[in-house]
DNA sequence: AAATCAAGCGGACCGGGGTCCGTTTAAAGT
DNA sequence: ACTTTAAACGGACCCCGGTCCGCTTGATTT
């Protein structure tokens, strides 16, 4: 029951938290009225042009509505606020990531065993992540939204299943925690940019990290 | 040569970053005028003050000025922004924690063996976490700062010393950011309060990575 | 086709973060 | 004690995120 209440935005776009995760890259929100849905596409294409141009950190909400010739109240209504937008692009961005490990070719999808699944995971999230680098970081504005975020629960999920096939006995999901926690969008970007590290090294200390934890058996 | 600029405010007080990392808890900076001095204080005190009454996240630049009885603009000359005048109470709370790892007793102070304090280091760094979840939330507002905060670049050598003379060979740094992240304020808060996990089950985790990182010699 | 009405729309409005710059004042020099 | 000057002060000001509420419009029913 996620919309049945009086204020004036009942609820954005997002999903709430009440139905299951569910396993397909995040889709679009169902039923919206004509006009609604293609404001929302507006929206979004607005927001992607200005952002190429002037940097996510700088972009405004003002800007895209002008940009998207619609009214600012109506980007709250849609996408909650300032975050929800950017969340919503970055969600869009994340299905090729998503599409890569979930069915995508070995070594990364289905077709790998489990333990080399888990080492190909770790560069192609660190180099996601350095990708989009500034949007991830704007997204943040709320930090405790973060473990709402359907992409980054669908990490989780994935990653602790590919703990307990590989035979990991014990709490996979705090470890699946941890290992995801070693690959935070901050830290690439610190230790890549900030000081300089060759992203060999951080793909090696991930490898490292695996091997450690799962040793061979 | 961080403070050579010509803008309205050079620099607060914040030690730039030029200085190597002292060991010592984050001391008060040097030499303010007398008048700086004490409004430092006073301004330090009624954030307190304010931030006991109406929380972390309601406190407004505004208000702290008022109560500490300054104009707005000598809030931001000494403490920058807003993230500021938060790591500036952080790291006054901190300083606790940091005797107690850097100086305390066993198992956590330098009297313990180095596998055992580390052990030791994560329920520790838990409790408090959890407990300044909010003023460590709050103070989240730029995330890029993040590995510029004195006590967490303390944290960082402190565990990466600490997994060298329990014997890891290759990598302790990345290994050091890795056990950190695990111990995330947010993720500490997500785990215990929304997920409504135990401490024990965290403190738990916290063994258990540690033990697979360093299987006994 | 007309009526009905929930959903959508938009822009005036508000509060808070951050800046600017003219004024004041502590401290160093004479 | 007087001058000098760089630092500190303070509050008016700007910008932007977010809200409110009266108006409009697409869908649905009869």
Redesign the interface.
């Known amino acids: 029951m996620t919309g049945s209440a009086s204020p004036p935005f009942p609820s954005p776009d997002a999903p709430g938290g009440a139905t299951e995760l569910a396993l397909t890259p995040v889709g679009e929100p169902p039923s919206l009225r004509a006009d609604a849905a293609r404001n929302r596409t507006r929206l979004l294409e607005a927001a992607s042009r200005l952002m190429a141009g002037c940097g996510a950190a700088h972009l405004t909400m003002d800007a895209v509505a002008a940009a998207a010739g619609v009214g600012k109240g109506t980007v709250f209504r849609r996408f909650g606020d300032r975050t929800g937008l950017l969340v919503a692009l970055l969600d869009h961005r994340e299905q090729q990531l998503q599409a890569a490990f979930l069915s995508g070719p070995a070594p990364l999808g289905p077709d790998a065993p489990p333990l080399e699944r888990l080492h190909a995971f770790g560069p192609a999230l660190i180099r996601h992540e350095r990708d989009h680098h500034e949007l991830i ?1 704007s997204s ?2 709320d ?2 939204r ?2 709402a975020v359907p992409a980054n629960r669908l990490r989780l999920t994935h990653v602790t299943m590919l703990l307990r096939q590989a035979g990991v006995e ?2 996979a999901e ?2 699946a ?3 995801l ?2 690959i ?1 969008s ?2 690439v ?3 890549t940019v ?1 000081l300089g590290m060759p992203l060999d ?2 793909d ?2 991930w490898h ?2 695996v091997s ?2 799962l ?1 061979a058996r």
């Open positions: 970081l943040r504005t930090p405790l973060t473990y014990g709490d705090l470890l925690h941890a290992l926690g070693s935070d901050v830290l970007h610190h230790l900030e090294r951080v090696a200390g490292d990290l450690r934890l040793p």
